[in-house]
Nanobody, 124 residues
Framework: QVQLVESGGGLVQAGGSLKLSCATS????????MGWFRQAPGKEREFVAV????????RFADYVKGRATISRDNAKNTVYLQMNSLRPEDTAVYYC?????????????????WGQGTQVTVSS
């Protein structure tokens, strides 16, 4: 059974930082591209960041570029999202996801597995 479990969310003041973690089990982690998405109330789920199988390639949404870092530890089957200079508009539930595809990795439907999400709330 595949499981993705996010952690690290919480309440932070604007300008602060958070590091989200996503621990996985039940899949060959190093064979999956890993992505982070977020969903705010009343909005569609949107792409945040993605990292390749080896971690050598990353991609970010424009609205987090320069403020976010994505990394992975294939020995620990875990992917991370470091978010700095947080803004109130970053408030959302953050989800990690896994895909065996290397194409259209910014689109939610590409992903095979999803975590349950972790809430990030940024106060002004």
């Amino acid at each position: 059974q595949v499981q993705l479990v996010e952690s690290g969310g919480g309440l932070v003041q604007a300008g602060g930082s958070l590091k989200l973690s996503c621990a996985t089990s039940g899949l060959t982690f190093s064979s999956y591209v890993m992505g982070w998405f977020r969903q705010a109330p009343g909005k569609e789920r949107e792409f945040v960041a993605v990292i390749s199988w080896t971690g050598s390639s990353t991609r970010f949404a424009d609205y987090v570029k320069g403020r976010a870092t994505i990394s992975r530890d294939n020995a620990k089957n875990t992917v991370y999202l470091q978010m700095n200079s947080l803004r109130p508009e970053d408030t959302a539930v953050y989800y990690c996801a896994a895909t065996s595809s290397s194409e259209e990795v910014t689109i939610p439907r590409t992903y095979d597995y999803w975590g349950q999400g972790t809430q990030v709330t940024v106060s002004s």
